[in-house]
């Protein structure tokens, strides 16, 4: 079968691979549709290290094709989702609430990290009954594709935040996990929501998710202009979509005392992140800092899911690029450089 790899860092290819092999609790799944995510990105350029001939990719949609023989909820032929992030559920992570770091820290991320990923023609599903979702008839490919990543980590930041039922979020930064926080954050109850971002096409886009005002970065101080808007309050909840110690330190300097700060940025460089020390109350202003890692699961992704077929959000605004698998390179180029106004690149196989 043909997979698109990354063959150390910085290099990637598509190569000929053996089809992948069930064991008894997985399935083979058959991708249709797939999405390029920046933490692909990350990943070649080195952000956890060498990897050797390891087919990326960790968002996509597909066809049940094989599966092992004590799988009871998936046949072949079934459409289905596959979570990013795919726990084992018997860990002791897992048994303490923390799927996603089972088998060690981020030990849930197993597709393009641990195991080869989605960008191929078959991919690998430990744990199908778990770990896969049913689409529903009235979702389409291109709409359920969303529930792997985008959905599940932007709706989390929003989750995790802790927003009071009217309260005020701002989230930091546009991009699809961006965007999907804000929508988050509205459907969560949000009474105000603040996007920050600079590019045109996202602001654009924030809007129509549910972002009630806009600060570009570039024209003024966040923080300040938090602050104005806030009459010097400052907001209950803060979400770092972006993954820089910069926007990390004005989402705790944005945030009110008792607030909280949502991380469900990837901060792909660097040794250390600083905290602001006085922004933070000298680490004692009770302002909150909680991360996530994309949670995955069959009852999550049926959940977000279920938000899409009953039309409570519409994913796709954020598809404005498609490829066929056989160029997927150039769908990859395209997210490196954020030219020509990539949200998400959509691949079809
Ligand atoms: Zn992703």
Redesign the pocket.
């Known amino acids: 079968m043909q997979a698109f790899v990354m063959n150390g860092v910085g290099e990637t290819r598509m190569t000929e691979k053996e089809r992948p092999q069930p064991g008894p609790n997985d399935a083979i799944l058959k991708p249709t549709v797939a999405?390029?995510?920046?933490?692909?990105v990350h990943t070649v350029h080195g952000a956890i290290g060498e990897r050797e001939n390891l087919t990326l990719g960790?968002?996509a949609v597909g066809v049940v094709d094989e599966v092992g023989s004590e799988v009871e909820r998936f046949s072949e032929g079934d459409r289905a989702v596959v979570g990013?992030i795919t726990p084992e559920w018997g860990s002791a992570a897992a048994q303490d609430g923390h799927p996603s770091q089972s088998g060690g820290q981020l030990g849930g991320w197993k597709f393009a990290n641990e195991k080869d990923g989605v960008f191929a023609e078959y991919a690998h599903v430990n744990e199908a009954d778990a770990n896969l979702a049913h689409i529903p008839d009235g979702v389409t490919d291109e709409e359920a594709v969303y529930v792997?990543?985008?959905l599940s980590?932007g709706f989390a930041g929003a989750e995790n935040a802790a927003i009071p039922m009217g309260g005020t979020v701002a989230v930091f930064a546009q991009g699809p996990?961006g965007l999907m926080a804000t929508k988050g954050a509205r459907l969560q109850g949000a009474g105000r929501v603040i996007a920050v971002e600079s590019v045109p096409e996202r602001q654009e886009l924030a809007r129509e998710y549910g972002a009630d005002e806009i600060v570009d970065f570039e024209a003024v101080d966040p923080v300040e202009r938090i602050h104005e808007l806030t009459d010097g309050e400052g907001v209950d909840a803060a979400i770092e979509a972006l993954g820089s110690e910069e926007t990390l330190a004005d989402c705790v300097a944005v945030t009110k005392p008792g607030g909280t700060v949502s991380n469900v940025g990837y901060y792909g460089e660097g040794g250390t992140v600083d905290i602001p020390r006085e922004a933070w109350g000298v680490g004692m202003a009770e302002k909150d800092i909680v991360t996530d890692l994309?949670p995955g699961g069959s009852v999550r992704l049926g959940r977000l899911l279920r938000l899409i077929e009953a039309g409570r959000v519409d994913p796709t605004k954020m598809t404005t690029h498609e490829f066929d698998f056989e160029n997927i390179e150039e769908a990859f180029e395209l997210m490196a450089s954020k030219e020509d106004g990539v949200i998400k690149p959509l691949v079809r196989f």
Do not use: W
């Not at 999405?35 to 692909?40: A, Q, W």
């Open positions: 999405l390029i995510c920046t933490s692909d960790h968002e990013a792997c990543d985008m980590t996990v994309c």
